[in-house]
């Protein structure tokens, strides 16, 4: 077996681990980075594209921003559609000038993935067999297969940003973690397709047909989502019929048309919400999906995220460069404040907009009456833009 030594081990190569290890090498902290992934299916893996205010601003005070402020997309407000009728939220007027940016999480690996290898440090894609041990001591370990040879990385701490099917939080012992769950009774059936986005802006349709929602990726290609089934089998639904749905469900009566174009991706993707605390236990800390999850309907995943490894790289830096533990300790309750902020909002906006198969009439028309509000009063459209944008890092 090889010994290795470093500062902070990073389990995942994905927009948490990379971005801790940028952190943590701007401050002169030692990482290493492993992925069981190959490099080419990271930075071509399409998951979230929305960035929050604070996490665009984080990249680009960090170094990483270059392309993103070429082609990223500013967002200035989303549109809520319903009763044939589309309704504006415009998001910079409400919360003093904040946006999102649409910018594809694998452009935000693909940015960080160079930016490490261009400060001539290393990632060690396609490992295997990963396991952490001595979590609760001064030196805690991480041991993986690499190209045939087992290694032992011996570190100080642990950066468990390998998601939820990870082997870091199954990793804390039994009766440490509170978990909280919702699952819910529908899915995502999302696509992206060759086509020049036919709106500028995110739209968000309630329909009696279930949930739709209108986004985009680039100038040239869309990405749009439908409720179905959580069960529901992808070979149920040949192009012609998403196409057709979505038509249906994203129609207004001004005869607003939706640009189609050549399906190069479908899939099915569940939604629940899920929490554990504490996120961390030891030397070790989670973050991103390995401690969270929350519905895509708020856009908070990829954006949770990278505001956990800001507080966790923060923390790190203290300790190492002072001794003080203070930050370390505190990393979980400082990051579940968010957390619970953002689980919320994205239950609230599923909730509001999905049809539930238990919903009758009555709850319909209470979902009816909450679009209604939000879209008539400024001050529940400036609480929505707020949450959407993403609150200030403290």
């Known amino acids: 077996m090889t010994s290795m030594r470093t500062q902070v081990g990073i389990i995942g190569a994905g927009p948490a681990g990379l971005l801790l290890a940028h952190l943590l090498q701007r401050q002169g902290i030692e990482s290493a980075v ?8 990271v930075e071509h893996r399409v998951r979230a594209g929305v960035l929050e205010q604070g996490s665009v ?6 170094g990483v921003g270059a392309r993103l402020q070429l082609e990223g997309l500013v967002h200035h407000g989303i549109e809520l559609r319903f009763g044939g009728q589309g309704h504006r939220i415009d998001m910079t007027a409400l919360t003093g000038g904040r946006c999102i940016t649409v910018y594809g999480q694998q452009e935000v ?12 440090r290393e990632i060690m894609f396609e490992v295997s067999d990963v396991r952490v041990a001595d979590i609760d001591s001064s030196a805690p370990k991480v041991t993986f297969v690499r190209a045939g040879e087992k290694i032992e990385l011996v570190c100080d701490i642990i950066a468990g940003c390998d998601g939820f099917h990870g082997v870091c939080r199954p990793s804390i012992p039994a009766g440490v973690l509170s978990t909280f769950e919702r699952t819910y009774p529908f899915a995502w059936l999302g696509i992206l397709a060759a086509a020049p986005p036919t709106h500028d802006e995110l739209i968000y349709a309630y329909h009696q047909r279930g949930f739709a929602l209108y986004s985009m990726r680039s100038p040239e290609v869309t990405r ?11 070979g149920n639904w040949p192009d012609e019929r998403i196409w057709e749905d979505l038509h249906t469900r994203l129609e207004t009566d001004d005869g607003w048309k939706l640009r189609e174009g050549a399906i190069a991706e479908k899939g099915i993707t569940g939604m629940r919400s899920f929490v554990v605390e504490p996120m961390q236990y030891g030397r070790m800390f989670l973050a991103g999906d390995a401690a969270h999850i929350v519905p895509p309907t708020g856009a908070k995943g990829m954006n949770l995220a990278l505001a956990d490894v800001r507080v966790l790289a923060q923390a790190a830096t203290a300790y190492f460069k002072t001794g003080a533990r203070a930050l370390l300790d505190a990393y979980s309750a400082t990051c579940l404040k968010r957390v619970w902020r953002a689980e ?4 609230w906006m599923t ?3 999905h049809r539930f198969p238990s919903d009758d009439v009555f709850q319909q028309r209470l979902q009816r009456s909450q679009l209604e509000y939000v879209v008539g009063s400024r001050p529940a459209a400036a609480s ?10 403290s």
């Open 224 to 234: 749009l989502y439908l409720q179905v089934a959580p069960e529901e089998d992808i």
């Open 384 to 393: 929505l833009a707020e949450n959407y944008v993403g609150l200030p890092f």
């Open 109 to 120: 690996v693909k940015d960080l993935i160079r930016a490490r290898i261009d400060a001539g």
């Open 34 to 41: 492993i992925e069981n992934r190959a490099r080419d299916y």
């Open 344 to 347: 919320h909002f994205s239950w």
């Open 351 to 353: 909730s509001m907009l």
């Open 57 to 62: 601003d984080l990249l680009n005070d960090s």
